[in-house]
């Protein structure tokens, strides 16, 4: 845009210059990264492309081998690469303590985190243990509330973005999906109830819908590379998401740009929710 325009509301509106880095100065934290093939990782980079200073999270002592590298190179603080199983008493809430420590304030939280016990994935919805399904409901969902619990006071002053992850599967049935398909419609659900609770302070909450992209996380759902082969078939664009793809445009959600973009769920799967 290079000449001012008139808004529909009446006051002239000034050009507006797009800044290479528009999340410079910017905090984000992302929780649930796995390993350097996961959709976490693709959008840590992305906030870190465009100006982002980071926390990054681990589950335990294994997934800590394999993202100890990632933290390195994506800048991260030694301080502010933490321990995060939503499952251990403290651990989330020890996350959060740390961040207003070091930082005061937080921008950007990327809630990646989702699980189901593999006999309840695996199996039927209509013989799900009771178990099984608590806690897929409590790491899959309650968490994001957790979550968002924890990062408000630490972005009413400058607002913020709170992410979670979706998928397909939460709005229609996939075959293989399981228990995780009602536990994503929940997940949708409760991300809508904290845009409009949380809106009023200038903190915003999305779901990021991806198309099934093969990471350590998919590689529990069975008969996973025939959901590949007819995602890739079906959608649009011919072609499966990539990590980085869906990182970048998590990110942009991110910026000023889509400050009116709240209580969404934001399919990036190249069109194929779209198709009958």
Same mark, same amino acid.
């Given at each position: 845009?290079?000449?001012?325009?008139?808004? #529909?509301?009446?006051?002239?509106?000034?050009? /507006?210059?797009?800044?290479?880095?528009?999340?410079?100065?910017?905090?984000?934290?992302?929780?649930?990264?796995?390993?350097?093939? #996961?959709?976490?990782?693709?959008?840590?980079?992305?906030?870190?492309?465009?100006?982002?200073?980071? #926390?990054?999270? %681990?589950?335990?002592?294994?997934?800590?081998?394999?993202?100890?590298?990632?933290?390195?190179?994506?800048?991260?603080?030694?301080?502010?690469?933490?321990?995060?199983?939503?499952?251990?008493?403290?651990?989330?809430?020890?996350?959060?303590?740390?961040?207003?420590?070091?930082?005061?304030?937080?921008?950007? /939280?990327?809630?990646?985190?989702?699980?189901?016990?593999?006999?309840?994935?695996?199996?039927?919805?209509?013989?799900?243990?009771?178990?099984?399904?608590?806690?897929?409901?409590?790491?899959?969902?309650?968490?994001?509330?957790?979550?968002?619990?924890?990062?408000?006071?630490?972005?009413?002053?400058?607002?913020?973005?709170?992410?979670?992850?979706?998928?397909?599967?939460?709005?229609?049935?996939?075959?293989? %999906?399981?228990?995780?398909?009602?536990?994503? *419609?929940?997940?949708?659900?409760? *991300?809508?109830?904290?845009?409009?609770?949380?809106?009023?302070?200038?903190?915003?909450?999305?779901?990021? #819908?991806?198309?099934?992209?093969?990471?350590? *996380?998919?590689?529990?759902?069975?008969?996973?590379?025939?959901?590949?082969?007819?995602?890739?078939?079906?959608?649009?664009?011919?072609?499966?998401?990539?990590?980085?793809?869906?990182?970048?445009?998590?990110?942009?959600?991110?910026?000023?740009?889509?400050?009116?973009?709240?209580?969404?769920?934001?399919?990036?799967?190249?069109?194929?929710?779209?198709?009958?």
């Amino acid at each position: 845009m290079t000449e001012p325009y008139k808004g #529909s509301d009446g006051p002239m509106l000034q050009p /507006v210059g797009i800044p290479q880095r528009p999340l410079a100065g910017r905090k984000a934290l992302v929780i649930g990264i796995a390993n350097k093939d #996961s959709i976490a990782h693709g959008c840590a980079r992305a906030f870190r492309a465009c100006g982002a200073d980071l #926390s990054i999270t %681990y589950l335990n002592d294994k997934t800590k081998r394999y993202t100890g590298e990632l933290a390195q190179a994506l800048g991260v603080d030694d301080a502010l690469y933490l321990p995060c199983d939503v499952r251990q008493p403290g651990q989330l809430e020890a996350v959060f303590e740390t961040i207003e420590q070091k930082w005061g304030k937080l921008h950007v /939280v990327l809630h990646s985190i989702a699980f189901a016990p593999m006999e309840d994935l695996h199996g039927r919805v209509v013989d799900c243990s009771r178990d099984g399904f608590l806690m897929a409901m409590d790491i899959s969902v309650h968490s994001l509330l957790r979550v968002a619990h924890l990062a408000e006071p630490l972005m009413e002053k400058e607002g913020g973005s709170i992410f979670t992850m979706s998928y397909f599967g939460g709005e229609k049935v996939v075959p293989h %999906y399981g228990i995780m398909g009602p536990a994503k *419609a929940a997940l949708e659900s409760a *991300a809508r109830y904290l845009a409009a609770e949380l809106g009023p302070k200038g903190i915003r909450v999305n779901v990021i #819908s991806p198309g099934p992209v093969m990471t350590r *996380a998919a590689s529990g759902i069975d008969r996973f590379d025939e959901l590949l082969a007819k995602t890739k078939e079906k959608a649009p664009t011919g072609k499966l998401v990539t990590p980085d793809q869906v990182g970048l445009a998590t990110a942009a959600l991110a910026c000023d740009f889509a400050s009116i973009v709240t209580g969404e769920v934001l399919y990036m799967d190249g069109g194929y929710n779209i198709m009958g």
